[in-house]
């Protein structure tokens, strides 16, 4: 089977019991390697609860998650998160911040600097590379952040809402950075949202939960060139077509 056909994530009957209630029941999907992947669905629907059991938060009550063929472990694969939160370290220069994570890792030197230089490079962050979190804007702090993950070069790449905080103008430019460091890694990506435009404008394929108990409803491939325009009739007929898919559960 050639790496092209490789599914680099797949996620068996991934259910999940809180004492008697249900919040995730059988969930499985597969992506490949250097897949961007939008989950979205109805508010409370356990999208936080399905992330917490891939990042391994939460183990599932039943089910697994699988990278590369192998169940899932924070001790031998690299899974990489992004929260809402700007979760920079306020003691730490903008290239410590983005080095933190590696050298944690033990990292050789070397591979550090090359990889951190890259992502200074591809985030256009020189000019502050020498600042603290505190003296940056909101959204160059969440570039930040996002080039951390980047440079982890994870196995797997989890977003959580990132952008829940922002403006619609700073929303695009980041979505615009994520795509170009996702394209330029190789990353496989998975972006939870609640925004149905943001995910028709980012992923390669959308997965539609269902409310609670939650399965997935559908999966949307979202075959469109980029950069995408919101105004180009098939992107309105495909986020018409996904937010309907949300209310009629």
Known sequence: ???????????????KYFGSLHVLNDISFNIKKGDFVCVVGPTGCGKTTFLNCLTRIYMPTKGDLFIDGAPADPKKHDLAFVFQEPSSIPWKTVEQNLRFGLELKKIDK??????????????????FRDQYPSQLSV???????????????????LMDEPYGQM???????????????????????????????????????????????TTI??????????????????????????????KWW
């Not at 089977?1 to 259910?15: A, P, Y």
């Not at 160059?140 to 982890?152: D, K, L, P, S």
């Not at 949307?220 to 950069?227: F, S």
């Open 167 to 213: 403006d619609i103008k700073l929303r695009f430019y980041l979505e615009d950075e994520v795509i170009r460091l996702w394209k330029e890694m190789g990353s496989t990506v998975i972006f939870i949202t609640h925004n149905v435009e943001e995910a028709v404008y980012l992923a390669e394929k959308i997965l539609i939960l269902s409310n609670k108990p």
């Open 139 to 157: 959204s160059t702090a969440q570039r930040i952040i996002i080039g951390r993950a980047f440079a982890m070069n994870p196995d797997l790449l």
């Open 217 to 246: 409803k559908e999966e949307v491939i979202v075959d469109l060139p980029r950069p995408r325009d919101v105004t180009d009739p098939e992107f309105i007929k495909i986020r018409k077509y996904v937010t309907d898919q949300i």
């Open 1 to 15: 089977m050639g790496e092209i056909n490789q599914n680099k994530v797949e996620v068996k009957h991934l259910t």
């Open 110 to 127: 070397k591979t550090i600097d090359e990889r951190v230089e890259n992502m200074i490079r591809l985030l256009g962050l020189e000019e």
